[in-house]
Nanobody, 119 residues
Framework: QVQLVESGGGLVQAGGSLRLSCAAS????????VAWFRQAPGKEREFVAA????????SYADSVKGRFTISRDNTKNTVYLQMNSLKPEDTAVYYC????????????WGQGTQVTVSS
């Protein structure tokens, strides 16, 4: 199993930046894809960004392209989400998740970290 722990959330003004971290343990992530999702109050959970650990290939939701950057640190077994130019609509609980490459379902999830962007 893979254990994921998010950190780095908080309160920030619109236009500001935050960096979220997702620390993984339990297994090496060489065969995994790691993603960030978010869920705002009253809304469904949505995909934000993902990275394939081995290749570094990334993908982003259209709503965050050009503002958010996902990256990984092999030495720390950690995935980051750098969020710049934050907007009030980015307010949500952000979750880290991982899945084995070739499997569609994200099987492992963190507990989430709250991001609040004030206007």
């Amino acid at each position: 199993q893979v254990q994921l722990v998010e950190s780095g959330g908080g309160l920030v003004q619109a236009g500001g930046s935050l960096r979220l971290s997702c620390a993984a343990s339990g297994r090496t992530l060489s065969r995994y894809r790691v993603a960030w999702f978010r869920q705002a109050p009253g809304k469904e959970r949505e995909f934000v960004a993902a990275i394939t650990w081995s290749s570094g290939t990334t993908s982003y939701a259209d709503s965050v392209k050009g503002r958010f950057t996902i990256s990984r640190d092999n030495t720390k077994n950690t995935v980051y989400l750098q969020m710049n130019s934050l907007k009030p609509e980015d307010t949500a609980v952000y979750y880290c998740a991982s899945r084995v490459i070739g499997v569609s379902e994200y099987a492992y999830w963190g507990q989430g970290t709250q991001v609040t962007v004030s206007s």
